[in-house]
Each structure stands twice: as C-alpha cells, then as structure tokens.
C-alpha cells in the first residue's frame, strides 16, 4: 500500500498548490508556451465569429438585403465559433488553462464608397483568415520547438482547413472585383447562396 501512495504522491506533486491556481492532473508535456499558444488562437477564432456574426447581421438587414450574403457569413460565424471551442477542448484535454480576452465590438456597417460593402467585408474576412493562418504557422512552430507532435498534428488539420477557406474567400473576392457593384452584386448574392 505504501508504494501506491509514494506513486501518488509523486505523480500529484505539484497538482494542486494553495500558492497558485490548481494545476490538472492529466498535464504531461504541454509547454506553457504551447497553453499560451492555443489561448491565442481560441481569442483569435473568437473575434472572428463576434466580426462574423455583425457581417451577417448587416447583410441580413432590410436595407442592404443580400441573404446569400448574409448566409455566408453566418455560416462563417458557425465555422470560428466550432474552431474556437475546437482549441477549448484541446486545451483541457492537455491540462491548460482557458483565458479568454475580451471582445472588442465590431463594426455595424460595411458600407464602403468605392468597393461596395459586400467586397470590403469578404476583404475584411479573407484578411482575418489570413492572420489566424499566420497565427497557426506561428503556433505550429512553436509546437515542434517544444517537441509536441500532438499540438503540431492538431494544427495541422486546422491549418489545411484555413487553406481551403482562405481559397474560397480569395476566389469570391476576385469575382466581387470583377463584377463590380450594382447589379453584378445581387447575382453574386444569389451565387452565394446556393
């Protein structure tokens, strides 16, 4: 019996301190650089769906009127939230701490004189996809600078997904370019849509 307690009192040592906020039991290997890392990218994937959720709160509103539009950015607020809450869960399944930032308010209108709103906000999303790609990269790197493959692996399929999205954004704003405003816009809307 006294090995057993001697193996848990060695493998709690350290879990639970009254000096500090309780440590997880199930931490092993995860670098606080790494916890640091994903709590940047759960704030990151958070401002993203509270700008998300304003974009298609705007194109919903009667005087702008672009649900297909407006579908695309809701289900662009669903995709961050998910990855948001993705980078949640990683980070108890590996004994981190969860800290959120706060949520600066996000514009309420997209309207924007020479482009038209709809291309300044796919302009707006494909650089914030943009960003959280670089965010990603940077964690990745600090994944394997700290040997955790199980970071660099979970990254990994984040970064593959935010290819495909950034590939997605870029081609809609190409063909917002090039349609222009007016008329072009509400067959876009309508592309969108489907």
């Not at 040592?13 to 009254?18: D, K, L, M």
């Not at 990745?140 to 399929?157: C, I, M």
């Not at 984040?158 to 008329?183: D, F, P, S």
Request: with cysteine; aromatic share 10%.
């Amino acid at each position: 019996m006294s090995g057993v307690s001697a193996e848990y009192d060695r493998v709690c040592e350290g879990c639970v301190n009254a000096d500090t906020a309780a440590k997880a039991f199930v931490r092993t290997g995860y670098d606080d650089a790494c916890e640091h890392g994903v709590n940047k990218m759960i704030n990151s994937y958070m401002h993203q769906w509270y700008i998300s959720t304003s974009m298609a709160a705007y194109f919903s509103n009667d005087c702008v009127a672009l649900p297909g539009v407006a579908k695309f950015f809701k289900a662009n607020a669903a995709r961050a939230k998910t990855d948001a809450l993705q980078f949640i869960d990683y980070q108890n399944m590996r004994g981190g701490k969860v800290v959120l930032a706060s949520l600066t308010m996000p514009k309420s209108d997209y309207s924007h004189d020479k482009h038209g709103d709809a291309l300044h906000a796919f302009e707006l999303m494909l650089a914030l996809n943009k960003l959280n790609f670089s965010k990603l990269r940077d964690l990745h790197k600090v994944a394997r600078e700290t040997e955790d493959p199980e970071l660099q692996d979970f990254v990994n399929s984040k970064l593959h997904e935010l290819a495909l999205a950034i590939r997605e954004q870029g081609t809609y704003v190409c063909e917002l370019k090039r349609v222009g405003t007016g008329h072009g816009v509400f067959h876009f809307d309508r592309q969108v849509a489907c």
